[in-house]
């Protein structure tokens, strides 16, 4: 088979190697967190509140404890104080969220864990959890999230910016935009479950848990558990799937340890489907105002966004990618604000382009109403505002190829000649509609260490604790290893996933390569050097490994990202490994940046949306494996179609519930939904960012694709949708 | 997992033999492809005491047979199977469509014509025990639906009692097609119209069917006509594929140069149970089948619709998907009409 759809090795771009471990996850041997073997496990499953606020009044557990095969059952009234109250991570901690698990009486979100049932079979400790009967007590009607009216927002000042005079330029302005917009909440549903299991040997605690920061959990457990953190290993070999989902220490995996240290035997807990919908952070709800001012020929003049973001009561978590939506373009008046609407939810969270994308949806279609507005093509309005130096502090982009993006997928699509009039373009009974809009994501990379050990018989072995999310993290690291020694890939092997190994970053923010081949690199100049071969030139070190006479060289080094602390390195070694960069750098701003255009067709008569075309041209530094690089972008893509019009977590205000918390019900693209998607990797050299040149691409392909489509919609039937998901009624 | 006693019977006089030596206060619950018992059992929202595993016993009646003039389907065969028949894919596209538009291959594979049309609802209230008020899962308790998110929720044929859709897909073609089902059970074997299996809400929602304790559905029967082979199941939703509808429409269509000369009509996703649209299909029988007279029809079908607070659109919709089907069908390249 040839692979047409990678672009060979040239410039910035790397070979399009196969994946390392291709072969096991094909043929279902590559081992996820539960399906690693233990001996004499027993099995969790948790009680969740049904409620959305209260207290828990009693626990009859008698028929539960009665079930032939149930061992254990943890309760706040049964677990004491086993588990230590510590921060999140927005209190400088390690936690998803600040609330202790089975702490307290108190119920603070529907979904939250109340009981965990043991026993020696999964279906046993189902059974008793259903048999488990909870009384709820002083139950008043929670604040399910922004549209209830007890709920009132909260400003974040220091996430609020101004430069220039907004009010009186927008007042004065010849042409303006003034809208709201909102987009839902949504979960990440990774393939793969949040599963745990822990194991303990002589006072040693083994954790095998699907993790983007296997540190974080070691480091996080030690403080919960009140461990010397020498004594905890987390495994995380492979992640069926993580999209910011399993970033951060949730409540289960405590549970799972002190349930495993009580009962003396191995502990899996593997939650369901529905209960992984408070098991982990989410996209919160959003709402934004967005006003712009333009001159006639398309300058903007001032621009203001506000954003509310729903928060829990417990933790105030908000995205606000006002940061980046407002350092787009030039502009000489900005003001931004961001808010946050505490309800009984549980915290939100990360979930891929977790801010830019809902604040992308409200920047990039606000900018397509003021294109209208101005009768002008939304390409060339991006191209009068197009600038090297962002507008807030007046810093340099290291690299900006924009236009380079807009002009490269506008004619892979075929976008000149669109008619600008909306509702013009008919394919039989199915109105057709062209929309585009700017994709971008900040660059980051945090603080990573890596061991490269290369043998006489030029076999290379590559580790360093990153994370193996699908992303293709394992044939990344070998790949860079390899074509820093010289050695063909066969020859590499790479270890991962786990608390002994050297640390990383957490994979997160799309920055993994951006972080971790840095250091790959360091330890193989490390290499060369002790063999006297010159770095930063291609070079096959073979030769002088033989000469030199030596068995195995290792190599240890740390790498600290541009943007963090002369101190951080030590964080790498606690668990608090975070990147940096994109915005809040001193001296310049980063950024990948991309262009994406879609096709969609609304039904004439019963308004169906389809979207038989979405073409992305994405310039994120240097690539280094086009394969694995085409998958995040399009996978991204695909991820943009279902945030614009399926995916939405249905509330019932009743008691703050997830109502569709399952995959028939919550929606997400088929395939059928899936036609013609393509990824361009536009060539981009960026020597500032990191010294591998890497921006990233995790992220990058969900963000603009949701302003695009509601751009198609509108150019479709005139018809101008201002909030997600955007389904049949909206259009009738 | 809940303990229940398990059966499976070789042969259906072994199955009416089991219900007889059963004690009466401890009903069968009849198990076929499982895709909705097994997942409704799962949830905790059926807990039956006795399984009785029809797929030994059933075998005999999977099969898919027609004589020029009668179409019999096995309630036992597969969706798959019936989808891909060349037979009912040529004369009774109805059936095949609506059959090859649900669900997903996985669940087509596995789940048996029988079970189809009595699958329960996915009301996301009656699906989780957590919510108190379910008239259908517990009479009398209320209904949790009427002021909750019900934009999945029926405009035809709901009660103060209970809003709930009926979300199947085939039971609609069976509806438009005038089919019969026969039914064996410990008193015999009989059969009455497919129309006549479904209940109405009323005040009664958890009785879904008109099925004696004990009977068993064997076998659908659907009459071949001139508008069967002029027949379309039009399915919308917000997905492609793997959704129930949000609004469907079974139409056959009978004409006579541009008149219509019989028309069935029955609508999916719109309706607390299969929904045949009979003020719909009196104003097409001898009109001229164009958008004006489509529209006509259309209208008249959910002059009684009751909207919910999420699912007003749901009328205008249904309305538009019929139309379009009726068109559509009336556009159809068809050999003997």
């Known amino acids: 088979m040839t692979d047409t759809l990678f672009p060979a090795a040239t410039g910035t771009m790397g070979q399009p190697e196969r994946r390392y471990e291709a072969r096991e996850k094909v043929t279902g041997s590559a081992a996820y967190a539960s399906d690693v073997k233990l001996a004499r496990t027993a099995h969790a499953y948790l009680v969740t509140s049904s409620i959305g606020r209260g207290r828990l009044q009693s626990f009859d557990l008698t028929a539960a404890r009665a079930l032939p095969g149930v061992i254990d059952i943890l309760t706040h009234e049964t677990i004491g104080d086993e588990i230590r109250q510590t921060p999140s991570i927005y209190g400088g901690g390690y936690m998803a969220d600040t609330l202790r698990p089975l702490g307290s009486a108190e119920i603070a979100h529907w979904g939250q864990p109340v009981a965990m049932v043991v026993a020696e079979t999964y279906e046993a400790a189902r059974e008793a959890a259903n048999l488990v009967v909870v009384s709820y007590a002083a139950e008043v009607a929670p604040v399910a999230g922004m549209g209830s009216s007890v709920a009132t927002g909260q400003a974040l000042d220091p996430m609020g910016f101004a430069v220039g005079d907004f009010d009186t330029a927008y007042r004065t302005a010849n042409v303006t935009v003034d809208a709201n917009y909102t987009t839902p909440a949504q979960h990440q549903n990774p393939m793969e479950l949040f599963a745990t299991q822990c194991v303990w040997e002589a006072g040693r605690l083994t954790v095998h848990e699907p993790s983007q920061y296997v540190n974080n959990v070691k480091f996080g457990l030690a403080a919960q558990l009140g461990l010397d953190p020498s004594r905890i290993r987390v495994i995380s070999t492979y992640v069926g799937g993580a999209f910011g989902a399993k970033g951060f220490l949730t409540h289960r995996t405590a549970l799972v340890a002190v349930a495993a240290r009580r009962i003396g035997r191995p502990v899996k807990l593997v939650p369901t489907r529905a209960q992984g919908f408070t098991v982990s952070g989410y996209r919160a709800e959003t709402r934004h105002h967005v006003q712009l001012a333009a001159t006639q020929d398309g300058r903007l003049t001032a621009l203001r966004h506000e954003g509310w973001e729903v928060t829990s009561r417990a933790d105030t978590v908000a995205m606000g990618a006002v940061s980046m939506t407002a350092r787009l373009y030039a502009c000489p008046n900005i003001t931004a604000r961001v808010n946050v609407v505490a309800a009984d939810r549980s915290t939100p969270g990360f979930m891929r382009a977790p801010g830019e994308m809902p604040y992308a949806f409200a920047m990039e279609t606000a900018l397509d109403e003021l294109a209208h507005k101005l009768q002008m093509d939304p390409v060339a309005l991006r191209r009068v505002n197009d600038t090297q130096t962002e507008p807030v502090g007046g810093l340099p982009y290291t690299s900006r190829s924009l236009m380079l993006c807009f002009d490269t997928a506008a004619a892979a699509f075929g976008w000149q000649g669109r008619p600008s009039e909306p509702a013009t373009m008919r394919d039989g009974d199915w109105q057709v509609g062209w929309g ?102 291609p070079a096959d070190v073979m030769p002088a490994m033989e000469a030199s006479g030596l068995g195995t060289i290792e190599e240890f080094t740390e790498v600290r990202a541009h943007g963090t602390a002369p101190d951080s390195l030590r964080g790498l070694y606690r668990g608090m490994a975070l990147p940096a960069g994109g915005v809040h750098l001193p001296d310049r701003v980063q950024f990948a940046l991309g262009a994406q255009f879609v096709e969609v067709r609304v039904h004439r008569r019963t308004r169906e949306i389809r979207v038989p075309r979405v073409i992305g041209a994405f310039a994120a530094g240097r690539i280094i494996n086009p394969r694995t690089a085409h998958g995040q972008l399009v996978g991204g893509m695909i991820w943009g179609i279902g945030s614009a019009l399926h995916e939405h977590s249905e509330i019932d205000t009743r008691n703050a519930s997830y109502i569709n918390a399952n995959l028939a019900d919550y929606l997400v693209p088929v395939n059928a939904d899936v036609a013609d998607v393509q990824a361009i990797m536009v060539e981009e050299e960026d020597r500032l960012v990191n010294r591998a040149g890497v921006k990233g691409v995790g992220e990058i392909g969900v963000v603009g694709v949701a302003a695009a489509i509601s751009n198609a919609i509108f150019h479709a039937t005139g018809i101008r949708v201002r909030d997600l998901p955007i389904r049949i009624e909206h259009l009738m | 997992m809940r303990p229940f006693q398990y059966l499976q019977p070789a042969t259906l006089a072994d199955v009416i033999v089991a219900q007889r030596e059963a004690p009466s206060a401890v009903p069968a619950t009849f198990l076929a492809g499982g895709t909705t018992l097994i997942d409704l059992m799962k949830l905790g929202v059926m807990q039956p005491e006795r399984v009785v595993d029809l797929r030994l016993a059933g075998s005999d009646f999977a099969q898919i047979r027609f004589d020029g003039a009668t179409l019999r389907l096995g309630a036992f065969a597969r969706m798959a199977e019936v989808a891909d028949h060349p037979v009912v894919a040529a004369s009774f596209p109805v059936i095949a469509q609506s059959l090859s538009l649900a669900a997903s291959p996985q669940l087509r594979n596995m789940a048996t014509l029988g079970g189809n049309v009595l699958q329960r609802t996915r009301c996301a209230y009656f699906r989780d025990p957590t919510w108190a008020a379910c008239n259908k899962r517990t009479p009398g308790s209320g209904c949790a639906a009427v002021d909750g998110a019900n934009r999945q929720h029926a405009v035809l044929g709901t009660s103060s009692q209970c809003i709930a859709t009926y979300h199947g897909d085939f039971a609609q073609a069976l509806m438009a097609l005038d089919a019969s089902v026969v039914l064996g059970g410990p008193a015999g074997t009989r059969t009455i119209p497919f129309a006549a299996l479904h209940r109405l809400p009323g005040n009664t929602p958890h009785v879904e069917t008109t099925l004696h304790p004990g009977e068993i559905i064997l076998d659908f029967v659907i009459p071949a006509g001139p508008w069967a082979s002029r027949s379309l199941y039009l399915k919308i939703r917000d997905r492609q594929s793997y959704e129930y509808a949000v609004a469907s429409a079974a139409v056959a269509v009978a004409m006579n140069g541009d008149v219509v000369a019989d028309a069935r009509i029955a609508l999916g996703g719109l309706a607390a149970v299969p929904w045949r649209a009979h003020e719909a299909e009196a104003i097409l029988r001898d009109a001229v089948l164009d958008e004006a007279t489509a529209t006509r029809a259309a209208e008249a079908s959910f002059a009684a619709a009751v909207p919910q607070s999420h699912n007003a659109f749901k009328i205008a919709l249904g309305r538009d998907t019929l139309v379009r089907a009726l068109l559509q069908a009336a556009s159809m390249e068809v050999r003997h009409d």
């Open chain 1, 436 to 537: 585009c809009a700017t994709a971008f994501y900040p660059t980051h990379a945090g603080n990573s260490a890596a061991r490269v050990r290369l043998s006489a018989d030029g076999r290379v072995h590559v580790e360093s604790a990153g994370h193996e999310l699908g992303q293709g993290m394992y044939t990344m690291m070998a790949q860079v290893a390899a074509e820093e020694l010289g050695v063909p890939i066969a020859q590499v092997t790479v270890a991962l996933g786990d608390t002994d190994l050297p640390p990383a970053v957490v994979a997160g923010g799309s920055s993994s390569t951006a972080s971790v081949a840095p250091a790959i690199m360091a330890a193989c100049d490390a290499i060369r050097r002790r063999l006297g071969i010159a770095t930063g030139v």
